[in-house]
């Protein structure tokens, strides 16, 4: 199957918008084939470098119609880290296989060393060796004060950066100076943070940073200024109690300068907040002066589709082509210390779903998933409803040196005793994706897919059967696909 995943602020995913196929993981799947790359790390001026940190951070099929694919945790175990020894040599594992016999061709290959800039690209698995050379950049060095009181603010501090995000790698001294990575020399927008629990965020303007010729950029004393209060509602037409709702947002600026379409140049924040049942949600502090885009979800209802009037202040070229395959979220200017949006939802639809064996028996437990997604303006597309906290990242990459994202769908179900399934809260007028997965089974395949497509209809409940068969009764190999190899 395959789902759009907004990744903005993963390092690993150099903050690109993906379409990733993911593959059909069983609970109790066989432990994958591993084979091995030699990877070949050098300086600018072509010496080895020592104990740099390799590890693939992406798969590409030799396949062309495959595209990208992450590293599965599940699948593959944890992703290998692997240093240079004193030759600038590592031997990187990878599976031979990314799903069934869909073999690997490419691998998105990762190095990071403190004294260079992160490096990231594709190098082809038949290398001998795969060369990577890092490049020398620069450093933020950088020290706020309270935009009020004029005090230095020597705590609790954070930075973020466009087309970077490696949170943990930033390092507070006890004098207040924050102090980068090495990034690459580029424009960049830089903003900074403060950030304590159970507090509003401070936020410094967005400063457009530009290295030219230099190793160090030092920023003295930027003004943090308290956030916007967003305090919403949704409109009183959606009736109360509100159950499991919540709100995603995003703001995003595009790039500086002549990046402006570059994805990897465009600075991001996200968050979420719950809905109460009454239909009021509150993000305590966001970035002043910011369009802030916001995606409502809850039972039985999705969001709207947007007018062009609904864009045109903010995003006048999206306006002129609005995207109706895809929800999309309403927008509010953040001014002041505090705005009050009210956010409109329209009926949600619902497919049921029974799944059977070769047989025509009944088949209970077996996990049954779609995956609507949601197009942010300027910003990519993601599960409808799923988003994560910058904030949470900010703190998890603090203290635990990284940040996990657990990716969660409330489009899914289990079917029951009588192998039925339904799939609650889905947005109609639209056709989507449909799995199902159980140990020892598989669906048959569809083409080059495990997977059937629904039509989705407003007020109508779409009834479907899927039956499986056997896992392992039919395999996915490379010659099922058309247009050849991968250059």
Not at 77 to 101: F, M
Not at 286 to 296: A, F, H, N, R, S
Not at 342 to 349: E, Q
Request: charged fraction near 25%.
């Amino acid at each position: 199957m395959r789902t759009h995943i907004f990744i903005a602020t993963l390092p690993f995913l150099h903050l690109l918008v993906l379409s990733m196929a993911i593959g059909q993981e069983q609970a109790e799947a066989p432990k994958p084939e591993f084979l091995t790359m030699q990877v070949l790390v050098l300086d600018p001026d072509g010496h080895p470098v020592e104990n740099a940190k390799a590890f693939p951070s992406g798969l590409r099929t030799k396949v062309a119609a495959r595209g990208h694919f992450f590293w599965s945790d599940k699948r593959f175990g944890p992703v290998p880290k692997v240093e240079t020894n004193a030759n600038g040599l590592a031997d990187l594992p990878y599976p031979k296989y990314v799903i069934e016999e869909i073999e690997v061709g490419t691998v998105t290959v990762s190095v990071e060393h403190p004294d260079f800039v992160t490096f990231r690209e594709d190098r082809r698995v038949d290398d001998k060796p795969a060369k990577v050379q890092l490049q020398v950049g620069y450093r933020i060095a950088a020290t706020a004060v309270d935009a009020e009181t004029g005090e230095p603010i020597k705590t609790n501090l954070y930075g973020l950066v466009s087309g970077d995000s490696r949170m943990s790698d930033w390092k507070l001294a006890d004098n207040g100076q924050l102090i980068s990575p090495v990034f690459e020399a580029n424009t960049t927008w830089f903003r900074m943070i403060k950030i304590v629990p159970g507090q509003p965020n401070m936020y410094s303007e967005l400063i457009e940073v530009d290295p030219t010729d230099r190793s160090r950029v030092l920023l003295r004393d930027i003004k943090l200024f308290k956030g916007t209060r967003v305090q919403g509602r949704l409109e009183e037409s959606i009736p109360r109690p509100i159950r499991n709702g919540y709100v995603t947002a995003m703001i995003v600026r595009t790039g500086t300068k002549d990046n402006q379409n570059n994805w990897n140049s465009r600075w991001f924040w996200y968050d979420n907040t719950p809905i109460s049942e009454d239909g009021e949600f509150v993000f305590e502090s966001l970035p002043v002066d910011e369009v802030l885009q916001m995606i409502p979800v809850c039972d039985d209802w999705v969001p709207p589709k947007l007018a062009k009037e609904d864009v045109l202040p903010f995003f006048p070229a999206a306006a002129e082509k609005l995207f109706t395959g895809l929800s999309q979220p309403q927008l509010v200017r953040l001014e002041g210390l505090q705005v009050e949006p009210t956010l409109r939802m329209a009926a949600a639809t619902s497919v049921k779903i029974t799944v059977v064996d070769k047989d025509g028996s009944p088949l209970s437990g077996v996990d049954v998933a779609s995956w609507p997604n949601q197009l942010w303006f300027e910003g990519g597309s993601n599960i409808l409803g799923d988003v994560h906290s910058t904030v949470e990242w900010l703190l998890q990459a603090k203290h635990a040196g990284e940040f996990a994202i657990a990716e969660q769908n409330r489009y899914s179900a289990k079917t029951d005793e009588n192998g039925i399934a339904t799939i609650r809260s889905i947005p109609p007028n639209r056709t989507e994706s449909l799995v199902a997965r159980l140990t020892g089974y598989e669906m048959p395949l569809n083409g080059t897919e495990r997977e059937i497509r629904i039509d989705l209809k407003p007020g109508v409940v779409t009834e479907v059967t899927i039956k499986m068969q056997p896992e392992g009764t039919d395999v996915l190999k490379d010659e099922a696909f058309q247009g050849g190899k991968d250059d």
